[in-house]
């Protein structure tokens, strides 16, 4: 049996509807309209799609939109300079500043200067440890798009055995650590595999949800996976053949109940909970409850 094709174009465009609609509301009710500026250091090409994409969609919600283009020389104090300002700018809700940074800017540094209350990408420790301990205020969006498509597909995830392979920070630790919180859409069971697991085969045939970020072309095969799994594919690798998952698509969704696609699954989903987040932002720093 084919697996059903789980669309995060189609699941996006149904909440970028909703946020449109609050968005409006926003306006008409309380005058604020949400503000998001995205910052791009240097020329790397992924990220200034992304960064393209971000402001786009932000523009079609109705947002207020800036963009911040620097140069790959941007010294740190000058990164820092321009987040200090922004942090002070009450037209701005959220902050978001593409990753990765060149090598002579300290990362960590940036993101902890951002107002954890402008952080929508959720990077921050602030943010990182209300996450943690089932109490966030923004959620990372990739991981957040993950749990909203397999709540909106139906998926079981209560008690369901969920193997993530990959730990990065963005992606792996944060949604292992939001399927695990006693929560609705949550409750799961999780696993956690990486470059340094034993045998990774004797735990993604066990999982009734995969989720893979291991940033690897088809690292998944079918082989790795049981009947019925459903799988969410994150990886977004540039071949010469074109955009492909991490997963061996063709192949897994033969055996699995419903498989996400690269394009088309998450990579939509990461964009408009950024909205989300954003929206969010505007409510929280204007006291507005609803
Ligand atoms: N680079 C890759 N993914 C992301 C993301 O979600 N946010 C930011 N800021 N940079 C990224």
Do not use: W
Not at 6 to 29: D, F, M, N, P, T
Not at 125 to 138: A, H, R, S
Not at 194 to 206: E, L
């Amino acid at each position: 049996m084919a697996a059903k094709i789980i669309s995060g174009k189609a699941v996006a465009q149904e909440i970028r509807e909703e946020i449109k609609k609050e968005v409006e509301k926003l306006k008409e009710k309380y005058n604020v309209t949400p503000g998001l500026v995205t910052v791009l250091v240097g020329e790397d090409p992924a990220s200034q799609v992304y960064v393209g994409q971000k402001e786009k969609t932000s523009k079609n919600l109705g947002f207020y939109s800036e963009r911040h283009d620097l140069p790959a020389t941007t010294s740190e104090e000058e990164l820092l300079s321009l987040i200090g300002k922004l942090n002070k700018d009450p037209k701005i809700h959220g902050i978001l500043v593409q990753l990765p940074l060149p090598k002579h800017i300290n990362e960590t540094n940036v993101l902890y200067a951002i107002d954890p209350k402008k952080d929508v990408d959720g990077f921050h420790p602030v943010n990182v440890g209300k996450l943690m301990i089932g109490e966030p205020d923004y959620l990372p969006c990739t991981p957040a798009g993950i749990q909203e498509l397999l709540i909106r597909s139906g998926t079981q995830i209560e008690g369901a055995e969920v193997v993530v392979v990959g730990r990065s920070n963005i992606v792996g630790k944060p949604i292992a650590n939001m399927l695990l919180q006693k929560a609705p859409g949550a409750n799961a069971t999780v696993t956690v595999c990486h470059t340094r697991t034993r045998d990774i085969k004797f735990h993604t045939k066990r999982a009734d949800i995969l989720i893979v970020a291991a940033g690897r072309p088809k690292a998944v095969t079918a082989d790795m996976v049981k009947e019925g799994v459903v799988v969410i594919d994150v990886g977004v690798n540039r071949l010469e053949t074109g955009l492909c998952g991490d997963v061996d698509f063709e192949a897994v969704k033969e055996k699995a109940a419903a498989i996400t696609p690269v394009p088309g699954g998450v990579g939509p989903m990461t964009i408009t909970m950024l909205m989300k987040n954003t929206l969010k932002a505007a409510k929280l720093l204007n006291g507005i409850r609803e």
